[in-house]
Nanobody
């Protein structure tokens, strides 16, 4: 059964930091992109950051150097280090893993809440 296990969300004051982690169950050789998206109440889901199998990264415009995505292929885990958090960063953050194993797949985690207080 496909499974993404997310951890690291919570409540933090503005200016603080959080680190999100997501572990995948897919075979590592099949994974292409790993990443994070977020959805705030009343808003569409948006890209936070992705990292490909060759280590290239892509960030949402709002990140502006505050977040860093990384992946540990040995542990099939993707991390998102979030610094200088703002109240506008409050959202549910979803882990996403895409790849191909027999067929292409696009897996989503259940989401982890990040709340930034002012």
């Amino acid at each position: 059964q496909v499974q993404l296990v997310e951890s690291g969300g919570g409540l933090v004051q503005a200016g603080g930091s959080l680190r999100l982690s997501c572990s995948a169950s897919r075979p590592i050789f099949s994974i292409n992109n790993m990443g994070w998206y977020r959805q705030a109440p009343g808003k569409q889901r948006e890209l936070v950051a992705t990292i490909s199998s060759d280590g290239s990264t892509n960030y949402g415009d709002f990140v502006k150097g505050r977040f860093t995505i990384s992946r540990d292929n040995a542990k099939k885990t993707v991390h998102l280090q979030m610094n200088s958090l703002k109240p506008d960063d409050t959202a549910v953050y979803y882990c996403n893993v895409r790849g191909q194993f027999v067929s292409t797949y696009d897996d989503w985690g259940q989401g982890t809440q990040v709340t930034v207080s002012s």
